[in-house]
């Protein structure tokens, strides 16, 4: 099996991986092991550390005719992510330690490792004091975000950002002024004017950026800003991190892969917040991958029904992407020779793994046994009734991507099997 694994230098030569007992137990030559049950990757196959994907949506509590936590594991195993982080904006939010413990012992027997992002402000409203974060942060919360309902108090955010310093939890931000981006079903451009629908334009995702950047340098506490997509939002990170802002930031595959003409035919599946952006937005968030200016690639997996997602204008925002994330960065960033096979797992695995503090991410001896099997070469085209969410919105459906997911361990546990 070829073995890729940044946290160890790692750059695909072949080797064995020894998992036991729920730990990498030797990765090297041709390892001995008596009564192992083998994969022979046939110099074919590629092993890496579980995907890490800091930003997933799994309905539960609140929404169980979208996605439940088994349910959305089950999808992660699919798609090679080990460990997730899922955000707040459930029914009820996660703004008690309840809710935070009601997500990880549901959790306890899920296919994935899961991590929690409690809400900022309780019930995520915008007018509502702050949550008790150390009681959150007890309570086993990883992250603190409003994810789509962002703090619009900038002075609240503020307090967010310095008390979540304090405990040492990152605050990962959606930026969006949502006084500019009311009303909008996609990127305010030529396409939207040319298909008579009203737009977000970027600058309602630019200010949000600015803002957090701001808050973070003023009070020297660090800020993560989640799916980037503009290319003015790429400018301010990279200007600020120049500074010494504590500033990081992530993407996801449909902002390096698509853009706003996919939205000419009307589906819904296709929209989200941010929307897919313009040709110039595609290619600067790839420079940002590039060069270090985003560390990470998350999929804002977010599930919707058939039904809501029927009406054009009336759908939610959101698509579904832990299934087709491995394939994506695979199909557009690594066969065009845009990032390295390295780069790529270092982008969804190592680097997301550290962002948060987990001991994930790595395929070094002693960590746990989270790996990803997979075949860089086969192609499949994505049919969403073939997906294992409980949802459909794939924003990648129909599409043929190069990269199968062919295994899965969990914590030494075989949680996605396909032909292996
Ligand atoms: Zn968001
Ligand atoms: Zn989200």
Redesign the pocket.
């Known amino acids: 099996m070829k073995v890729t694994d940044p946290a160890s230098r790692r750059d695909g030569a072949v080797a064995d991986i020894l998992v036991e007992d729920g730990a990498i137990r030797a990765v090297g030559q041709r390892i001995d092991a008596k009564d192992a049950e083998i994969i022979d990757g046939e110099g074919r196959l590629h092993a890496a550390p579980g995907l890490v994907d800091m ?1 997933v ?1 799994l309905r539960d509590p609140g929404f169980p005719d979208k996605e439940d936590i088994l349910s959305g594991c089950r999808a992660a195993a699919a798609g090679g992510v080990t460990s997730l982080l899922c ?1 707040p ?1 459930t029914k009820p939010a996660v703004d008690t330690p309840e809710t935070v413990r009601y997500i990880l012992d549901k959790a306890a027997n899920a296919d994935a490792h899961v991590y929690v992002a409690a809400a900022i402000t309780k019930g995520l409203g915008d007018a509502a004091e702050l949550c008790d974060f150390q009681a959150l942060r007890e309570a086993g919360a990883c992250a603190f975000s409003n ?2 309902r962002p703090v619009v108090d900038s002075r609240k955010m503020a307090q967010a950002m310095r008390a979540a310093a304090e405990l040492g939890v990152p605050v990962v931000s ?1 930026c969006e002024d949502l006084y500019l981006s009311a009303g909008g079903l996609m990127n305010e451009g030529a396409v939207s004017r040319a298909l008579g629908v009203p737009g977000v334009p970027a600058a309602a995702e630019d200010c949000g950026t600015a803002r957090e950047i701001a808050l973070a340098a003023a009070y020297g506490v660090p800020v993560h800003i ?2 980037v997509s503009t290319k003015t939002s790429v400018a301010l990170i990279r200007d600020a991190r120049r500074r010494g802002v504590q500033v990081t930031g992530e993407t996801a595959p449909h902002y390096f892969a698509l853009t706003d003409e996919e939205l000419r035919d009307r589906d819904a599946d296709k929209r989200m ?1 941010p929307p897919l952006r313009t040709e110039e937005d595609r290619l600067t968030v790839i420079e940002a991958l590039r060069d270090g200016t985003l560390q990470a690639i998350a999929t ?1 997996h ?1 599930p919707h029904t058939p039904q809501e997602k029927a009406d054009f204008a009336k759908a939610p925002n ?1 698509s579904i992407g832990m299934e087709t994330s491995l394939a994506a960065g695979i199909t557009f960033l690594v066969k065009p020779g845009l990032l390295t096979m390295t780069e790529l797992i270092r982008l969804m695995s190592t680097s997301p793994a550290r962002l948060l503090g987990l001991h994930a991410g790595t395929l070094a001896e002693g960590a746990p046994a989270d790996v990803v099997v997979f075949d860089p070469d086969e192609v499949w085209t994505v049919d969403p009734d073939s997906l294992h969410g409980k949802s459909r919105n794939a924003v990648f459906k129909g599409r043929e991507l190069t990269g199968r997911v062919k295994a899965t361990i969990c914590g030494g546990r075989f949680v996605w099997r396909e032909g292996v």
Do not use: K, L
Request: net charge negative.
């Open positions: 930003h949506h955000m904006n994810d789509g959606h989640c799916h917040s804002d977010a959101g």
